[in-house]
């Protein structure tokens, strides 16, 4: 069953800034909630709660709300009121279309003294002779009931008939609380035989899907699926207009049946949806021979662009301005590229080998467009050969002639009047070698090694 949560109250209260200690009014209607929990706990001072049209059988766990005001569980599947003394400030209750037989259930509400409004509209109790009598008898606090106005000669004259009315509202109530067994009963066994018919066709599919023998799959797989899901349709919409055509008491147990029902198709379609969308053939990027394909399936417009002058591919592509930048996969390949915009792909054959690595992806601010740029895999810059040919053209010359002059490297010489510093090239020419360390010593090792590898051929 479906019960209060907290993210359900939470997303509920975002007129409070989703905080729920403080909230005073929620609006819980049309959630299929099957138990009413955690309010009291949660939202202490509540004051105004709508929970009509869901399927909540027992009013429960509101007693605490002591600041509550206004209590809406209209289209419920409430039997009789309960629970509600220690709602102190309630003035307005509205049962409207429930299943409240039990008539004498209302007295419960006698400790509720600011109580002035009533809707028990739609509901079996209306239909007893000497309803609105009793009730008027009942409850002296009221002012309304069912919209209508309770004058004072009314009020008066019921409590005149208080007796009379009373035991006929008691042998009513009896009546229907035997009706109602029987009902359920009935829901009961009602309930059985679907499960047994379900569990009958689970085993009837599960001995179609596996077959005895190899020749039986075989024939089976040659009748095709069409054949199969045909049958399996007819045999849905048959059952869906018998169940639609046969006439039920309206109970809580018939409209929770009608819910489950209606639930389990909508699953059922949703998993055939889901079923066809993983069994759709994806789309032919690469064919088998390796070739790859252009392909457009978001059907967006696009520019490729040369630009010759920074070596580069540029690609834009007219991305919807409001698309989320995370629903992008940008891939980048030296021959082609790929985006997939929402899962659908958009692939083009580039004109020129590009570097993968190198390119980059972007998104306008104002357009929302993709910009992807692409550098080429050729670094020869054509135009800026002829620039860089032409202002170093003197210099080449320069370097011929100076190569020509002198066959060895030319060395840079320093001017010592130009500078303070002193001449370091004579700094270790001025010191004498005196044959001590290892200045001396090493030379003679070397023509030791020499000497001793004269034998040997290198």
């Known amino acids: 069953f479906l019960s209060v949560t907290e993210d359900l109250v939470r997303r509920r209260a975002e007129h409070n800034n989703c905080e729920i200690f403080s909230l ?47 209590l809406n569980v209209a289209l419920n599947n409430i039997e009789r009121i309960e629970n509600l003394e220690g709602c102190e400030e309630l003035k307005k209750l509205d049962l409207t279309a429930n299943f409240i037989g039990e008539l004498s259930s209302i007295e419960s509400l006698k400790c509720n003294i600011h109580l002035k409004e009533l809707f028990l509209v739609g509901n079996p109790c209306t239909e007893f002779e000497g309803y609105r009598q009793f009730v008027v008898a009942t409850l002296h606090q009221l002012k309304y009931l069912d919209s209508k106005e309770i004058e ?84 849905d919409d048959e059952e869906d207009r018998r169940f639609w055509q046969e006439p039920t008491p309206y109970t809580p147990e018939s409209r929770l049946e009608t819910h489950r029902y ?42 490729l662009q040369d630009d010759e002058e920074n070596n580069q591919i540029i690609l834009e ?79 080449c010359n320069t370097l011929q002639k100076n190569a020509r002059r002198s066959g060895q490297v030319e060395k840079l010489e320093v001017d010592p009047s ?18 001590q360390g290892p200045l001396k010593l090493q030379p003679e090792k070397i023509t030791d090694i020499k000497k001793s590898c004269v034998n040997y051929e290198n």
Not at 278 to 303: D, I, Y
Request: aromatic share 6%; hydrophobic share 30%; proline share 4%.
């Open 24 to 70: 005073e009014e929620i609006s819980l209607h049309q959630q299929e909630i099957e138990k009413l929990e955690y309010l009291d706990k949660w939202c202490r001072d509540l004051k105004i709660l709508y929970l009509q049209n869901n399927l909540i059988p027992k009013i429960e766990n509101v007693s605490k709300l002591k600041k509550l005001e206004y």
């Open 262 to 303: 209606i639930e389990e198709k909508r699953r059922a379609k949703e998993n055939i949806r889901e079923s066809k969308k993983r069994e759709k053939l994806p789309w032919t990027l690469v064919t088998a021979e390796g070739k790859v394909m252009n392909v457009n399936v978001p059907k967006l417009h696009f520019s």
């Open 152 to 235: 004072r000669s009314e009020r008066i004259k019921a409590l005149q008939n208080y007796p009379e009315v009373k035991q006929k509202i008691r042998e009513q109530e009896q009546a229907y609380l035997l009706k109602r067994t029987r009902e359920k009963e009935e829901a009961q066994r009602r309930m059985q035989e679907r499960k047994d018919k379900k569990q009958k066709q689970m085993e009837a599919e599960l001995e179609f899907d596996s077959p005895g023998s190899p020749q039986e799959k075989e024939n089976l797989q040659a009748g095709g699926d069409g054949d199969q899901e045909t049958c399996r349709t007819v045999e």
């Open 418 to 435: 130009k500078y303070s510093f002193p001449d370091v090239t004579n700094i270790i020419q001025g010191k004498e070698r005196t044959g």
């Open 317 to 395: 592509l007219a991305v919807y301005r409001h698309l989320d930048t995370s629903l992008l996969d940008v891939d980048v390949q030296p021959t082609y590229i790929r985006v997939l915009v929402k899962g659908k792909p958009f692939q083009l054959v580039l004109p020129e080998a590009v570097k993968p690595d190198s390119s980059s992806a972007k998104r306008s601010q104002t357009t929302g467009h993709l910009v992807v740029t692409m550098p080429k895999a050729k670094e020869i810059i054509l135009a800026k050969q002829k620039v860089s040919g032409s202002i170093k053209h003197s210099d």
